[in-house]
């Protein structure tokens, strides 16, 4: 929201975009946690653009053919204040490892209030401890596989293979 992001679906999509920026921070760290309120049961437009600009890393490999974002962990926390957390977390999750990200287990945390009421997460009170909990699996397993896969990256696909990768192309 702070930047002028274009949408699009390449590292740069000119004009001042300020994408690049934030992709160079990205590719920097080993883990990009995604946040997002709900609304309508669906992740936010600025989540969804996220998730756009990400596909291009499908075309960007390093020079052993892997994605640059392999190695890269990835973990998802949603609030709102409806229901479909479990919806929203399973598209972020599933964009994030289609484009290379590595989710670790009990990889996502979230609080939702009240269907229909106006309470916001910062002015709920008291959080129930499952809300907790999760979050701290969240960052625990998130540093963890992020050191193990520090230590021991994946392979390089074989010798004369397209990088590994998701296919968009029909079956």
Not at 63 to 80: D, F, I, S
Not at 90 to 100: I, R, S, T
Not at 108 to 122: F, S
Not at 145 to 159: C, H, I, S, V
Request: a negative charge.
């Amino acid at each position: 929201m702070d930047h002028d992001v274009r949408f699009g679906v390449s590292t740069d999509e000119g004009g001042g975009d300020g994408w690049p920026a934030i992709r160079a921070k990205l590719l920097e760290a080993q883990i990009l946690v995604i946040a997002t309120p709900i609304w309508l049961g669906q992740p936010s437009s600025v989540c969804k653009m996220v998730l756009e600009r990400l596909d291009a890393e499908l075309s960007e490999t390093d020079a052993e053919g892997r994605l640059l974002t392999y190695g890269k962990v990835a973990g998802v926390a949603v609030v709102g204040n409806e229901d479909g957390a479990h919806h929203t977390i399973g598209q972020v999750q599933q964009a994030l490892n289609e484009v290379g990200f590595t989710c670790p287990a009990a990889g996502a945390t979230y609080w939702v209030g009240e269907a229909l009421h106006k309470t916001d997460y910062v002015d709920a009170g008291p959080k129930p401890g499952t809300t907790g909990r999760t979050t701290k699996a969240l960052a625990l397993n998130s540093a963890h596989l992020a050191r193990l896969l520090a230590e021991q990256p994946y392979p390089p696909p074989e010798a004369g293979s397209a990088a590994v990768g998701p296919s968009h192309q029909p079956a």
